[in-house]
């Protein structure tokens, strides 16, 4: 995992912009339940009215409510209010609101410094009372209207011009009554305290104004805090899904260059399959996991969290439910994770396993076919496949099984807060807005542990696949360029002649305990050939992937002009040597990219004249297209003489000091041999040419031909030479050439 968030790490910037709009994001996913509480208990409820303190009052209302004030309270709420037509009444709701008043002269409006907190205590009281006599004026059954205010208004108005009216007495029993109520009882007489504005408003004619300009302006807010939210979620998916693109790139560009730079041991370690999957099915599952950790692994937390303290500020008695519900969560998250963690671990290397068996198949197909071996190979893949899809079946199972409990659980928390909080609506100490805001928040609460929940079932594999990666990239080359100080001080300015000399090499493979070639010893002088000939699986290939440095030798060295090549840099070594291997490879394009593959300053005469060399003009020539005639992947599309002569022009085109032929000419006929040979050797006048070659007739004109047998020199020489002195090599003429040639190589070895 350290793994991954290491990747992240190098995006840092990014990464803190993603945090900063989830912020937002999680701003507005934990403030819309509260504006929703709003709409419903306000907005609906309470037809807009927020507050016990009225913006638009009635100057006979407001005489009455002050009556039961006291003369402090009296006096604040005078101050608070004003004229229709002042300067000072700045207040937008109240200044649109009088705009639709039948008589604007007989009312106040409320100041827009006013303190509508301290204001909402002072009207409580005295509009509970009001509210509760309108309701005793509309008779019983009846509730009460704006008829019935402007009776109790009347009959206050009257009895303030009785004798003996006293207004601290009235004061008096307010207190005393308010004192005799219980919690409950308060409780559910504070929201008559706005019906009485609303009372108030009805008889004004504004009540539906007051209830549409609270529900436009809260909804309002709520789309404008909805588009943020939406903004916010684009940018932060376009950034994650660049980052983690961002990272994947990076870590593909990093496996290949690593994977290119390795030796045939390294590659034999990983295996070319295993090489493959880590840099496909590894690298998007690493890109899958950044994408979901920027985007859920940041989100969660703040979501949970957020929701908490929402709840905890609430105060509600239902809280209990949310830690039973988070209790239960983690419970079925641990449950479940011990059964599917390890089978996590374990899928990518039966990815691997399948991708093997794969390839070989393809790339077998023919000789599976040929000895009718189609249902063993069958049986092998569909063994591999089924191995996997058992993994596969069971982590689906696991992780199919723990939604329906999710949703229980969710389903179930929901249930039970409508249940309780049901009964506490019942009772009046909560509201309908409120409970739906509580299960809204519950329910982020419990989602932010579904997506870690998500998140910790995609760790485990992301985990494993960065491990691979990371093998990948922090295995070192066993083939390396030597440091600086150990390269020759004027290889640079070195004229390269192309003369490679083998001193007492011994080799070898790596993992092997017995020599591949033991005290091989011997010069390839430019202007001559040497053949390499002998048994199959005598080292004759291994001796010129020391040349190539594709190995290194374990004992002796490997000279060019008397430079180490372990002392060379490989592209400089590698600049000199035209390298022909045993099976011809051919890449995806035309044959004019693929005969100039050996550098850029290739010429297109150069290309014809290797062409020529090769003998792969005339069927060239006889392409629709020539030398622009496409080549498939792998050369699929020509044969496998054409694939060869083309691998020869490629090398012969780049005009190497050093030519390397790895039994080059094995696909070709003797006629096409005999001509190409003889091409060549008017070409490679002036460079080192080394053959490896199973044929006698390839090597006879050889002015040098080294004899292999079990990894050694067993004869060294030109063919006459060793028709008389190497018994290996005689045995094999005989086993090639006529007697007519045999007896004609000793009469010109007796001359």
């Given at each position: 995992?350290?793994?991954?968030?290491?990747?992240?790490?190098?995006?840092?910037?990014?990464?803190?912009?993603?945090?900063?709009?989830?912020?937002?994001?999680?701003?507005?996913?934990?403030?819309?339940?509260?504006?929703?509480?709003?709409?419903?208990?306000?907005?609906?409820?309470?037809?807009?009215?927020?507050?016990?303190?009225?913006?638009?009052?009635?100057d006979s209302t407001l005489q009455v409510l002050e009556l039961l004030m006291t003369d402090a309270d009296a006096a604040a709420v005078e101050a608070a209010y004003t004229q229709p037509g002042g300067t000072?009444?700045?207040?937008?709701?109240?200044?649109?609101?009088?705009?639709?008043?039948?008589?604007?002269?007989?009312?106040?409006?409320?100041?827009?410094?006013?303190?509508?907190?301290?204001l909402a205590e002072v009207f409580s009281t005295p509009d509970i009372v009001l509210y509760l006599a309108s309701a005793q004026a509309a008779?019983?059954?009846?509730?009460?209207?704006?008829?019935?205010?402007?009776?109790?208004?009347?009959?206050?108005?009257?009895?303030?011009?009785?004798?003996?009216?006293?207004?601290?007495?009235?004061?008096?029993?307010?207190?005393?009554?308010?004192?005799?109520?219980?919690?409950?009882?308060?409780?559910?007489?504070?929201?008559?305290?706005?019906?009485?504005?609303?009372?108030?408003y009805q008889a004004l004619g504004i009540s539906d104004a007051v209830q549409m300009n609270y529900l436009m302006q809260t909804g309002g807010q709520m789309l404008g805090l909805t588009l943020l939210m939406v903004a916010a979620a684009v940018l932060v998916g376009l950034l994650a899904s660049r980052?983690?693109?961002?990272?994947?790139?990076?870590?593909?560009?990093?496996?290949?260059?690593?994977?290119?730079?390795?030796?045939?041991?390294?590659?034999?370690?990983?295996?070319?399959?295993?090489?493959?999957?880590?840099?496909?099915?590894?690298?998007?599952?690493i890109q899958m996991t950044c994408v979901i950790l920027l985007r859920m692994v940041a989100y969660a937390p703040i979501l949970g969290i957020g929701g908490i303290i929402h709840v905890a500020q609430a105060g509600s008695s239902l809280t209990w439910i949310i830690v039973l519900a988070v209790a239960l969560l983690l419970a079925l998250i641990t449950v479940l994770m011990q059964f599917a963690m390890p089978k996590f671990r374990i899928m990518q290397k039966l990815v691997d396993r399948l991708n093997?068996?794969?390839?070989?198949?393809?790339?077998?197909?023919?000789?599976?076919?040929?000895?009718?071996?189609?249902?063993?190979?069958?049986?092998?893949?569909?063994?591999?496949?089924?191995?996997?899809?058992?993994?596969?079946?069971?982590?689906?199972?696991?992780?199919?099984?723990?939604?329906?409990?999710?949703?229980?659980?969710?389903?179930?928390?929901?249930?039970?807060?409508v249940w309780f909080g049901g009964k506490q609506i019942d009772a009046g100490t909560m509201?309908?807005?409120?409970?739906?805001?509580?299960?809204?928040?519950?329910?982020?609460?419990?989602?932010?542990?579904?997506?870690?929940?998500?998140?910790?079932?995609?760790?485990?594999?992301?985990?494993v696949a960065a491990d691979r990666i990371d093998e990948v990239l922090t295995t070192e080359p066993a083939i390396h360029d030597p440091v600086p100080e150990a390269i020759p001080a004027d290889l640079n300015q070195h004229h390269w002649n192309g003369e490679v000399a083998f001193h007492h090499v011994n080799f070898t493979y790596p993992g092997s305990s017995e020599d591949a070639l033991h005290d091989i010893d011997f010069v390839a002088k430019p202007g001559q050939t040497t053949a390499i000939i002998g048994s199959t699986g005598c080292g004759k290939t291994s001796l010129l992937h020391l040349i190539t440095r594709f190995y290194d030798v374990t004992g002796g060295s490997v000279t060019v002009d008397g430079v180490d090549v372990r002392q060379m840099p490989q592209s400089t070594l590698r600049g000199l040597l035209g390298y022909v291997p045993q099976k011809g490879v051919l890449f995806s394009g035309t044959?004019?990219?693929?005969?100039?593959?050996?550098?850029?300053?290739?010429?297109?005469?150069?290309?014809?004249?290797?062409?020529?060399?090769?003998?792969?003009?005339?069927?060239?020539?006889?392409?629709?297209?020539?030398?622009?005639?496409?080549?498939?992947?792998?050369?699929?599309?020509?044969?496998?003489?054409?694939?060869?002569?083309?691998?020869?022009?490629?090398?012969?085109?780049?005009?190497?000091?050093?030519?390397?032929?790895?039994?080059?000419?094995?696909?070709?006929?003797?006629?096409?041999?005999?001509?190409?040979?003889?091409?060549?050797?008017?070409?490679?006048?002036?460079?080192?040419?080394?053959?490896?070659?199973?044929?006698?007739?390839?090597?006879?004109?050889?002015?040098?031909i080294l004899v292999l047998e079990d990894g050694r020199i067993v004869g060294k020489g030109t063919h006459a030479q060793l028709m008389e002195s190497c018994p290996a090599y005689q045995e094999i003429a005989r086993s090639q050439l006529s007697n007519n040639c045999l007896l004609y190589t000793s009469d010109a070895a007796d001359d």
């Open positions: 995992m350290t793994k991954i968030f290491k990747h992240l790490a190098k995006h840092w910037a990014a990464c803190l912009v993603i945090i900063a709009l989830l912020l937002v994001q999680a701003y507005g996913d934990l403030t819309l339940p509260d504006y929703t509480s709003k709409i419903v208990d306000t907005g609906i409820q309470q037809s807009g009215i927020a507050d016990a303190v009225p913006e638009v009052v009635r000072d009444n700045a207040l937008s709701s109240a200044t649109s609101l009088q705009k639709k008043l039948a008589s604007p002269d007989t009312v106040r409006l409320l100041r827009a410094d006013a303190d509508r907190d301290t008779g019983e059954g009846n509730a009460p209207d704006a008829a019935a205010l402007d009776t109790v208004t009347a009959q206050f108005a009257a009895m303030t011009q009785m004798p003996g009216f006293s207004r601290d007495a009235v004061q008096a029993q307010l207190a005393a009554a308010m004192g005799q109520a219980g919690e409950s009882e308060l409780s559910g007489l504070s929201a008559q305290a706005v019906l009485l504005v609303g009372l108030e980052v983690a693109a961002a990272i994947a790139r990076d870590l593909r560009r990093g496996v290949f260059r690593r994977v290119v730079s390795f030796s045939a041991s390294e590659t034999d370690k990983f295996s070319t399959a295993s090489l493959i999957t880590r840099t496909t099915n590894d690298v998007q599952q093997l068996v794969s390839r070989e198949i393809l790339t077998g197909i023919m000789p599976i076919r040929a000895f009718s071996r189609e249902q063993h190979e069958e049986a092998r893949f569909d063994a591999a496949n089924t191995d996997l899809m058992r993994t596969q079946l069971f982590t689906n199972r696991v992780m199919a099984a723990m939604m329906p409990f999710m949703t229980l659980i969710m389903n179930g928390t929901s249930l039970l807060i509201q309908v807005g409120s409970m739906i805001a509580f299960i809204t928040y519950t329910m982020q609460i419990v989602m932010s542990f579904l997506m870690l929940t998500m998140v910790a079932v995609m760790l485990p594999r992301a985990g044959i004019d990219s693929n005969l100039k593959f050996g550098g850029e300053n290739i010429t297109d005469a150069d290309v014809r004249t290797a062409a020529r060399i090769a003998q792969a003009e005339e069927f060239i020539s006889a392409k629709p297209e020539g030398y622009e005639s496409p080549i498939a992947q792998g050369g699929t599309n020509v044969s496998g003489g054409q694939k060869q002569r083309l691998s020869i022009a490629r090398a012969i085109a780049k005009h190497p000091k050093i030519y390397l032929f790895d039994d080059s000419f094995s696909a070709l006929d003797y006629k096409t041999d005999v001509a190409l040979r003889r091409a060549l050797k008017a070409e490679t006048g002036d460079a080192t040419v080394i053959i490896v070659a199973q044929r006698i007739s390839t090597v006879l004109h050889a002015n040098q």
